[in-house]
């Protein structure tokens, strides 16, 4: 069942996924792909969110090859976008530095999963690799999602069949047809008596007292009873202890010749933006926002990672 409190610990649950992970225990070899100069075990934040660079710590100090950076890359690159869409012409913002911020959180959210693909018979597998230390997306779950769109092209690059379609014109998913990890919270009937608020999947965050979706795929080392413990718990989907990805299997049209799978992140919602918009009676602040997510692109999601698989005339082949 999913856990119940008089206020939602959000500041606990994000710590437990890292805390209960493979890469607090010990850390995780991943060749490199977080961690700068440093070793390619990741053991801490800090290998990932202040890695290692060459350079001295200070004017008069000696280089060192693990000088430990202060860029705290996450995966804010659209909340940079609203921020320097609202500094043009502030004479004490300097863009360049939002500019350097943004394509640092650009390079880790494209180094946070792999996509991998292969054929199964009549299918396509789709297996989505979460390489980063806690789950995916993670932080206040406010707009984040992650999602992967598959299409499928005959041998003339002719598009059979889309899954996950993101229309940019109105800023809106096809949910139904993917699989979008995410997490949902919500107030109980007691916490709707409580605020006035109507029970049930809420954008009152700190209201908010139910996880009601939890589909976000684990990382290494995740065991379903002690995350469920530590209040974590997988909600609306099944994940085995260990697996720290997850698979989507789709029939492959006739003639399919090649499938391209794109990986992306999403924290700037139309949801979560026009909630913010609506919710906000005291000042302006709501309608500044929603006119700044509007003039950067409402929001558009950002692609993570890609896979191709190309069948040619070897599955086209096998339909004559």
């Known amino acids: 069942r999913p856990p119940r409190s008089t206020l939602f610990p959000y500041t606990t649950l994000f710590r437990s996924e890292w805390k209960l992970s493979a890469f607090a225990a010990g ?16 053991a801490t934040c800090q290998d990932c969110h ?62 946070a999963a792999t996509v991998e693909l292969s054929r199964a018979g009549g299918n396509v597998v789709a297996r989505v690799i979460n390489q980063s230390g806690h789950k995916l997306p993670t932080g206040h779950i406010e707009g984040r999602r992650v999602w992967l769109n598959l299409s499928f092209y005959d041998i003339n690059d002719n598009l059979l069949l889309e899954r996950g379609h993101y229309d940019t ?11 979008v990890y995410e997490m949902q919270v919500a107030l ?37 009873t002690t995350y469920a413990n530590a209040g974590a718990p997988v909600v609306g989907i099944s994940y085995g202890d260990g697996e720290y990805w997850h698979e989507q299997q789709v029939a492959l049209p006739a003639n399919t010749a090649r499938v391209v799978a794109k990986l992306y992140y999403q924290s700037l919602t139309r949801h979560y933006i026009e909630a913010l918009r609506d919710g906000n009676v005291t000042d302006s602040w709501g309608t500044t926002l929603h006119s700044l997510w509007q003039a950067t692109g409402r929001g558009a999601p950002i692609e993570m990672t890609t896979a191709t698989l190309e069948l040619e005339r070897v599955f086209a082949d096998s339909f004559e």
Do not use: W
């Open 169 to 179: 014109g109105t800023a809106h998913l096809d949910e139904a047809t993917t699989t």
């Open 50 to 111: 202040m890695p290692g660079v060459a350079g001295a710590p200070c004017s008069f100090c000696s280089d060192r090859p693990d000088l430990a950076s202060h860029e705290f890359a996450g995966a804010a690159v659209p909340s940079l976008d609203l921020i320097a869409a609202y500094t043009v012409g502030d004479p004490d913002v300097n863009p360049a530095h939002i500019a350097a911020g943004r394509a640092k959180a650009l390079s880790m959210l494209q180094r």
């Open 27 to 42: 850390g995780v070899n991943l060749g490199g792909r977080f961690g700068g100069t440093r070793s390619p075990v990741v």
């Open 188 to 224: 109980s009937a007691d916490a709707a008596t409580a605020t006035g608020l109507p029970a049930g999947v809420t954008t009152h965050m700190a209201l908010a007292d139910t996880i009601a979706k939890d589909t976000r795929i684990p990382p290494r080392g995740f065991n379903n």
